[in-house]
């Protein structure tokens, strides 16, 4: 039996705006949504902000119910049987809310443990195996508040986990977390998907979802762009080449230049500060070089490197592609 089985899910937003006379807008959130996970799978959905991965993810823990399509948790349908799939499922939103922070984190657990039903008998075994799970054993002494980003973030997996789900929902994990605390993040959720729990997480950090994920759907503007191992979209760019431009006030008309070089397949702009990443894809052994640099007529540039894509490159095609075909529409109801 599948883990997870998302059919053709629909979901709009109808919202009042405007002032003094109001107006109805709907957002199709998601449009058409399909894919299945197996059980014991981490499987990513990976996409820009406004993609739809949340109000997926909501659809699916039965948080909200889906405008149209169906999906099931081994098997329950999430709407006619929202309690069975509750049972099965943990879920864990990133940010901060959701925890007692004048309380341990062993309180907070204990707390939880309480409300999800968890036995006397089982809570502090399970407990002690959580806090060790994500790493926070000799810490849950202390109150949540003297807590980092990161171990909250742990302390709230810790949580979606009480009462042994068969599926945690994770959505964007590592919002706001430090690289390292984002390492230490990333190692649980392996060390949980390694222990048998099927994962479908969500962010919007390439590297997260290659380094983590078995499988991943690409998601923007509320539709699945691309589904498959991290290396299967990586060769989606297999016959290009990237050259990593630093650039010092290049504007968007320098970036429209550039990606209407023959031969460019893309460009993408990464701001540090004063000094911006230019990344543009060029079709393989193209050298493009010196019409690539004319582009930027002028512009102050620093070093100039050139690289095979990576995964990041894949999504950025495979998300300014989608950009090109159709964005997210507000359109007046
Ligand atoms: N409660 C809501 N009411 C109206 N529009 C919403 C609501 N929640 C999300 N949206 C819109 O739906 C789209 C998808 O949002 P969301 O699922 O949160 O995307 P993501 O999690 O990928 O950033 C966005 O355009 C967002 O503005
Ligand atoms: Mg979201």
Not at 130 to 155: C, P, T
Request: glycine fraction near 10%.
């Amino acid at each position: 039996m599948l883990a997870i089985e998302a059919d053709a899910l629909r979901r709009t937003y109808t919202s009042r705006t405007g002032w003094p006379r109001s107006r109805r807008t709907e957002t199709e959130a998601v449009r058409g949504v399909t894919f299945e996970v197996k059980p014991g799978e981490l499987f990513g959905l990976l996409g820009p902000n406004g993609a739809g991965k949340t109000t997926t993810i909501k659809m699916l823990n039965t948080l909200l119910l889906p405008t149209s399509g169906t999906a099931r948790v081994f098997g329950h349908d999430v709407a006619r049987d929202p309690v069975a799939v509750r049972h099965r499922i943990g879920y864990v939103f990133g940010g901060d809310r959701g925890l007692y922070d004048r309380l341990s984190a062993l309180d907070n657990l204990r707390y939880f443990a309480e409300l999800y039903g968890v036995g006397a008998r089982d809570q502090k075994r399970r407990i002690a195996e959580l806090l060790d799970l994500v790493g926070l054993v000799g810490r849950e002494k202390e109150r949540v508040e003297g807590y980092s980003r990161g171990m909250r973030q742990r302390l709230h997996i810790a949580r979606g986990l009480l009462h042994h789900p068969d599926v945690l929902f994770l959505d964007e994990p590592s919002i706001g977390v430090d690289p390292v605390a984002a390492r230490d993040l990333r190692r649980t959720v392996a060390d949980l998907a390694a222990a048998g729990t099927t994962v479908l997480l969500t962010t919007h950090y390439m590297a997260e979802a290659d380094e983590l994920c078995d499988r991943i759907a690409v998601i923007a503007g509320g539709r699945i762009r691309a589904l498959g191992t991290p290396g299967s979209l990586k060769s989606r760019v297999g016959d290009r080449d990237v050259l990593d431009i630093e650039a010092y006030g290049a504007g968007d008309e320098v970036i429209d230049r550039v990606r209407r070089v023959p031969g460019v397949r893309g460009a993408s702009v990464e701001d540090r500060g004063a000094m911006q990443t230019v990344s543009v894809q060029t079709d393989r052994g193209a050298e493009l070089h010196a019409p690539v640099l004319a582009a930027f007529d002028g512009v102050r540039l620093g070093r100039v490197v050139s690289r095979e894509p990576s995964l990041e490159d894949a999504y950025i095609a495979i998300v300014e592609e989608a950009a090109g075909s159709a964005a997210p529409e507000e359109v007046p109801a």
